[in-house]
């Protein structure tokens, strides 16, 4: 075995380790015909890799010059032919507050058709389960720390990424609504801040990890003395990493019906992933430097938006169920610096 893929399996068995082992629907199993929505992208691929190191066998893509998840008729199509038993909804327009202060109706549009297409098409064709992944963000900008999944709809979102919240919010009520009327399995996860291999560290539109981690990196190569960073610093986030993501997806999807059932309702049954705790954005600027070896100084440019004061997930809900997070911040943010530096030069100009 190669020795990325032992490190993976490694990882695995110790995430799987932190867990607690639940009864599996046989809604689902390792002969399951899977359909991965969103393959190619960090997420997909952390579902595919997770899928894969736990004996999946039956695993289906297209990539997006095969099939456009904007278009109704293809999504239709696909469905109709191939008839997946089970589905992880991971494609999405995704970007942090540039890309989506820069396209809002890009981000709105695109995700609300990806998703209705998806989960439409699903029923039409027969599949048993399906998974949507949603955001943090669709929870009101200045709710109750930690956030509770009973947070949602009850106050104003974050102007900043306002559109892809409500693409997300909507994607929640598909799969309620589709499960209420139909007796289907379509259930919702919302993930915090995600990182980790495959990101996008395109300074345009990346999220905050990447980000930082570029410019970090670039300011130590080029011996500059300040590395900037967008904001005040005082922000607080919580960072999951995308492999632990992915192993509480396969952990919600294999769910008995009745353990599922027994921490939602029908009109709340999304459940948060995340780690419970949060970090100030300036306290991580100085971990990255630390692990890029950055001896610099990190200036915070106000001129740009902060965004929410704060982001930290309740994740007692997926607890209780017997799931947890097992990759610390620093052990994943040396991870993905690692797979920079391995992929760095599609990032050159």
């Known amino acids: 075995m190669h020795y990325a893929a032992r490190k993976d399996s490694r990882r695995l068995r110790e995430m799987n380790s932190v867990n607690k082992l639940m009864p599996m629907s046989p809604a689902i199993t390792p002969e399951s015909l899977v359909y991965i929505a969103g393959h190619n992208g960090m997420v997909g691929a952390a579902i595919m890799r997770n899928l894969q190191l736990a004996g999946y066998k039956n695993i289906l893509t297209r990539p997006h010059s095969q099939l456009d998840l904007t278009n109704q008729r293809a999504v239709r199509d696909f469905f109709a032919e191939s008839k997946p038993s089970c589905v992880f909804l991971a494609a999405a327009r995704v970007g942090g507050i540039h890309a ?78 589709y499960s209420r009327q139909y007796g289907v399995q379509y259930r919702s996860v919302m993930p915090t801040n995600l990182y980790g291999s495959g990101d996008n560290f395109n300074l345009e539109n990346s999220h905050v990890i990447p980000a930082l981690i570029r410019k970090i990196h670039n300011a130590k190569v080029t011996n500059q003395p300040t590395a900037e960073v967008w904001g005040s610093g005082n922000p607080m986030r919580e960072f999951l990493h995308v492999d632990d993501m992915a192993n509480a997806c396969r952990f919600v999807m294999e769910l008995a019906d009745t353990a599922y059932e027994s921490a939602t309702k029908p009109m709340l049954s999304h459940l948060n992933i995340g780690t419970g705790n949060d970090v100030s954005i300036g306290e991580l600027a100085k971990l990255i430097c630390q692990i890029v070896d950055y001896p610099g100084e990190i200036i915070f440019n106000t001129d740009h938006p902060d965004g929410a004061p704060r982001k930290l997930m309740d994740v007692t809900k997926i607890q209780k169920l017997g799931w947890q997070a097992a990759i610390s911040l620093s052990e994943g943010l040396t991870q993905t610096y690692d797979w920079f530096l391995d992929h760095q030069d599609k990032y050159r100009r």
């Not at 949507?132 to 709710?143: D, E, K, T, V």
Request: hydrophobic residues 40%; proline residues 6%.
């Open 100 to 177: 989506n202060n820069t396209y809002p109706a890009e981000f709105i549009y695109q995700n609300l058709m990806i998703e209705a297409n998806i989960i439409d098409s699903a029923w039409r064709s027969g599949t048993e389960r399906l998974l949507f992944l949603g955001s943090s963000c669709i929870y009101p900008r200045l709710a109750k720390q930690p956030m509770s999944e009973t947070a949602l709809l009850t106050g104003n979102l974050e102007p900043t990424n306002e559109p892809y919240a409500l693409a997300k919010i909507a994607g929640i009520k598909l799969c309620e609504s």
